[in-house]
T-cell receptor, first 110, second 111 residues
Framework: AQRVTQPEKLLSVFKGAPVELKCNYS??????LFWYVQYSRQRLQLLLR??SRESIKGFTADLNKGETSFHLKKPFAQEEDSAMYYC????????????FGKGTMLLVSP | NAGVTQTPKFRVLKTGQSMTLLCAQD?????MYWYRQDPGMGLRLIHY???????AKGEVPDGYNVSRLKKQNFLLGLESAAPSQTSVYFC??????????FGPGTRLTVT
């Protein structure tokens, strides 16, 4: 069975502070990992995926297979980063479905 | 080009009533999904479809049925609504799990 764990329900930081949203996964094969974001009153949307190794809106995430982690990081948080962030894994069902974590709410205060 | 739309946006049902939620897409994607979002539970997959005429169960399929008669539409049905089905329902479409595009959500309350 595959599982995604986001240990923090809420992360509150001040503007300009570094941010790290934690994501750990459990999967026996080779997973694909994603971060999705949901801003207030907006649709859930893809933020980034590990296979593309790109930085979106200043966020990066590195897949650490040894620690089975895919933490999301940003060196300097902005108020507009406040949102719900979901880590997701694809591996089973022929990589046709996603398993989401429970989400972490990021609040960035001025 | 509307992308992914969901109908209705809000609905209140009494226990035991039935309803159908419609997800429509104009993106021509094969894969379509229905999720429910509950506080503290994240998104959980109810059912999904990998193409017209196909459906498969997700993590929490009980109490729901789905149909994909046309490629662009994916219907989610509740035959006998229960208070435990109070939730926000999201439809998504995509290229398998590579990237999913979400609809705006349907907020359902069962009293």
């Amino acid at each position: 069975a595959q599982r995604v764990t986001q240990p923090e329900k809420l992360l509150s930081v001040f503007k300009g502070a570094p941010v790290e949203l934690k994501c750990n996964y459990s999967y026996s094969g080779s997973p694909e990992l994603f971060w999705y974001v949901q801003y207030s009153r907006q649709r859930l949307q893809l933020l980034l995926r590990h296979i593309s190794r790109e930085s979106i809106k200043g966020f990066t995430a590195d897949l650490n297979k040894g620690e089975t982690s895919f933490h999301l990081k940003k060196p300097f948080a902005q108020e507009e980063d406040s949102a719900m962030y979901y880590c997701a894994l694809s591996g089973g069902s022929g990589y046709s479905t996603l398993t989401f974590g429970k989400g972490t709410m990021l609040l960035v205060s001025p | 080009n509307a992308g992914v739309t969901q109908t209705p946006k809000f609905r209140v049902l009494k226990t035991g009533q039935s309803m159908t939620l419609l997800c429509a897409q104009d993106m021509n994607h094969e894969y379509m999904y229905w999720y429910r979002q509950d506080p503290g539970m994240g998104l959980r997959l109810i059912h999904y479809s990998v193409g017209e005429g196909t459906t498969a169960k997700g993590e929490v399929p009980d109490g729901y049925n789905v149909s994909r008669l046309k490629k662009q539409n994916f219907l989610l049905g509740l035959e006998s609504a229960a208070p435990s089905q109070t939730s926000v329902y999201f439809c998504a479409v995509g290229l398998a799990a590579v990237e999913q595009y979400f609809g705006p959500g349907t907020r359902l309350t069962v009293t």
